[in-house]
T-cell receptor
Framework: SAVISQKPSRDICQRGTSLTIQCQVD?????MFWYRQQPGQSLTLIAT?????????ESGFVIDKFPISRPNLTFSTLTVSNMSPEDSSIYLC????????????FGPGTRLTVL | AQSVAQPEDQVNVAEGNPLTVKCTYS??????LFWYVQYPNRGLQFLLK??????LVKGSYGFEAEFNKSQTSFHLKKPSALVSDSALYFC??????????????FGKGTSLLVTP
């Protein structure tokens, strides 16, 4: 399985600021996914990051709030903009396996607290 | 939309006893179903999946799941629970109707507690 790392592992931020989360994979992948896990909740897909094209956002998520970059096939960033306490969540990136492109493997997550 | 439901918030089982974590699904067409486990302060780990073929799927750490089309269920099972199995378990289904076509829709999670 792919080795996925995320930076930072956790952060505490002030309301109104922005945080950029990095996701690095040890192999080239066509798609990278960004999920949010709010406290005590399940995971929700924010967007799919494709190399060389705009990210595809799911319903309820917009580019102005969660801009995504995908400069190459092993790296992506997710920015949480103009943060409010409601953005406090764990943010996880995932990638499909090389075997079947259906199963997704997840990074360790970034725990964000907004004060 | 494709969805899964986990009817139990928590399951308690004694070490050595069999465990079952329940999941039912609602999809159109053939479902792609998954189980993940989340240990405290760690990311999600993949356990097993059902795409097609044998209804009994075997996965990591001795876990297995049975796909039951008539009952629209995909329950996770293990013959003999370990204390180290205590964690949060998520059932998920691939949502081909999502904007990307690749979203995984997760259940709310079931907390498994295995007592010595």
């Amino acid at each position: 399985s792919a080795v996925i790392s995320q930076k930072p592992s956790r952060d505490i931020c002030q309301r109104g600021t922005s945080l950029t989360i990095q996701c690095q994979v040890d192999s080239q992948v066509t798609m990278m996914f960004w999920y949010r896990q709010q406290p005590g909740q399940s995971l929700t897909l924010i967007a799919t990051a494709n190399q060389g094209s705009e990210a595809t956002y799911e319903s309820g998520f917009v580019i102005d709030k969660f801009p995504i970059s995908r400069p190459n096939l092993t790296f992506s960033t997710l920015t949480v903009s103009n943060m409010s306490p409601e953005d406090s969540s764990i943010y996880l990136c995932s990638v499909p396996t090389s075997r079947d492109s259906v199963t997704q493997y997840f990074g360790p997550g970034t725990r964000l607290t907004v004060l | 939309a494709q969805s899964v439901a986990q009817p139990e918030d928590q399951v308690n089982v004694a070490e050595g006893n069999p465990l079952t974590v329940k999941c039912t699904y609602s999809v159109s067409g053939n479902p792609y179903l998954f189980w993940y486990v989340q240990y405290p302060n760690r990311g999600l780990q993949f356990l097993l999946k059902y795409i097609t073929g044998d209804n009994l799927v075997k996965g990591s750490y001795g876990f297995e799941a049975e796909f039951n089309k008539s009952q629209t269920s995909f329950h996770l099972k293990k013959p003999s629970a370990l204390v180290s199995d205590s964690a949060l378990y998520f059932c998920a289904v691939r949502d081909s109707n999502s904007n990307s076509g690749y979203a995984l829709n997760f259940g709310k999670g079931t907390s498994l507690l295995v007592t010595p």
